[in-house]
């Protein structure tokens, strides 16, 4: 894979462009890509996340737009539960550090091509599906093993509009509005 320094003009390359263009389902860790990677504690509910408004929209229209979203996080608790229940996250698999057998089931369940799949995580444990996918990003505050194996590098931060960026470049790339 080739990495990239972020900026949204690289979003705009032929070869990112090729890539987002076959893109079927974006698929996505949640502690910091989702999240800015920060967890709180609330008094009678228990350790909880940060989510960002903007990314929740995102993945909104780009599901109308035909992309299909999957989660993949090595973490499981109650708050991203509810979260994708409430985006109405057909694909969520949590608790389990090894991606690959979730990404083996997304592949298996909608019989998409990996060439098909753009995931976005920022840790080691997502470098095998990083490698894997058609196409790859992370966002700047990833460690640099990821950072040196994706397609691209989000402007924004995990948890600010991250996976906002992503989504509407997949609908941008594919004809879906120039937003």
Known sequence: MTSTTSSGKLLETPDIQARLKKIKILILDV??????????????????????????????????????????????SKDVRTRMEFLKIQH??????????????????????????????????????????????????AVEPVKGRVHYVTETPGGWGAVREIADAIR??????PY
């Open 31 to 76: 502690d910091g890509v989702l999240t800015d990677g920060r967890i709180f504690w609330l008094e009678n509910h228990g350790w909880t996340r940060f989510f960002n408004i903007k990314d929740g929209y995102g993945l909104k229209i780009l599901m109308k737009a035909g992309i299909q979203v999957a989660i993949i996080s090595g973490g499981d």
């Open 92 to 141: 969520v698999f949590l608790g389990d550090e090894d991606k690959i057998k979730a990404l083996e089931k997304i592949a298996a369940s909608t019989k998409f091509k990996y060439e098909e799949m753009a995931f976005m995580g920022d840790d080691l444990f997502d470098i095998p599906v990083l490698e894997k996918v058609g196409f790859s990003a992370t966002v700047p505050h």
């Open 172 to 177: 941008r790339a594919q004809g879906h509005g």
